[in-house]
């Protein structure tokens, strides 16, 4: 099974260079590392890494996107292998634009995923708790915001107006890494079926339309491990940037519920599929 590859630089200058149909990481007090591009599902690089140029090649030949994030997640960038053809469900697709009756049952279907899928979120993080079928979008937002709220000052050293603004500042930070570590997940199962990923409805005429339509219904996963990160007591923000342990702890979790993740990711390609078919009738 293909697993992501993750590069962290944190003063221990990793390299990467390509070795025939492999990727050769090389760092200070290391072995080099060999791993074939076969393995690789994706690639995410945070910090300063040195990559050549043929090993980006070698990614995009073999259809492996690569994430860029800096330390402090001022800056991120995603390569992706270039297809001039039109995605094979293309046509297909755009029959969701036919009328607005259609739009809005692809909407209704999103939001009615998004709250299903917040509603799983809340189940976790208050477990015993009894919730209606139907929470409401701002009864979600409170209770994540209040929720995450008691945990962020955990991390904060400063009075209470700074240490406002500081959580406020490093919860964007640590929720962001994770929003596209997300994204890339599904941006990869929207590549594999064939399907445009600019092609959007709710986020129309936008690059990533459908990536941002689809990531609608999985952001409160984001929600979830954003909240799991602040209630380690662990010292993992340091100056506004993650530390070393900071970004394991964020990879730690995040593969660890990556399987799940990734099949609630097909199953709602799958109900797309479905919907497009119904509109073929």
């Not at 690789?40 to 690569?66: H, Q, T, W, Y």
């Not at 259609?102 to 299903?116: D, G, L, N």
């Not at 986020?203 to 689809?214: C, S, Y």
């Amino acid at each position: 099974m293909k697993k992501p590859l993750y590069l962290v630089e944190k003063g221990n200058k990793v390299t990467v260079h390509r070795d025939g149909p492999s990727l050769l990481i090389t760092s200070r007090n290391k072995a080099p590392m060999r791993i074939p591009v076969r393995k690789i599902d994706k690639v995410v690089i945070i910090g300063n890494i040195r990559i050549d140029a043929n090993s980006i090649i070698l990614c995009a030949e073999n259809k492996i996107p690569v994430l860029f994030i800096t330390p402090d997640n001022t800056e991120k960038a995603l390569i992706l292998p270039y297809n001039h053809k039109l995605p094979k469900h293309y046509k297909e697709q755009r029959l969701i634009l036919q009328s607005q009756e259609t739009m809005i049952r692809y909407k209704k279907w999103i939001y009615t995923r998004r709250s299903i899928m917040q509603l799983k979120i809340l189940k976790e993080l208050f477990k015993g708790f009894s919730f209606p079928h139907e929470i409401g979008e701002g009864n979600y937002q409170f209770l994540i915001r209040n929720f995450s709220q008691r945990h962020q000052m955990n991390h904060s050293h400063f009075c209470h107006s700074e240490r406002s603004e500081e959580s406020q500042s490093n919860w964007i930070m640590v929720k962001d890494i994770i929003e596209n570590f997300l994204r890339a997940i599904i941006l990869g199962r929207i590549i594999q079926a064939g399907l445009d990923p600019h092609l959007g409805i709710i986020h129309k005429r936008v690059n990533f339309g459908l990536l941002l339509d689809l990531f609608l219904i999985f952001e409160p996963e984001a929600d979830f491990q954003t909240i799991k990160f602040f209630q380690s007591t662990k010292s993992s923000i340091h100056n506004g940037e993650l530390t070393e342990v900071g970004v394991k702890q964020i990879i730690d979790r995040f593969e660890s519920r990556r399987e799940s993740f990734t099949q609630s990711v097909e199953t709602v390609i799958d109900e797309l599929f479905e919907i497009i078919k119904d509109l073929r009738k």
